[in-house]
């Protein structure tokens, strides 16, 4: 009967720690994929802000 017990046993500790390493994965995926999407609107906007810079230059010139 022990032998059933630890069988059953081993099964599910194999079961949590696939559980767990699915679930680390998914966490890490999520932290990168938030960290790639802050990146990026970060980029985006400071792309914005020297293109208004740079068109406000410009007319400054022409206004001169």
Known sequence: MSGV????????????????????IQKTKKIQKTKKTKKTKKIQKIKKIKKIQKTKKIQKTKKT
């Open 5 to 24: 017990l630890e069988r059953l046993q081993k099964k599910k500790i194999q079961k949590t720690k696939k559980i767990q390493k699915i679930k680390k």
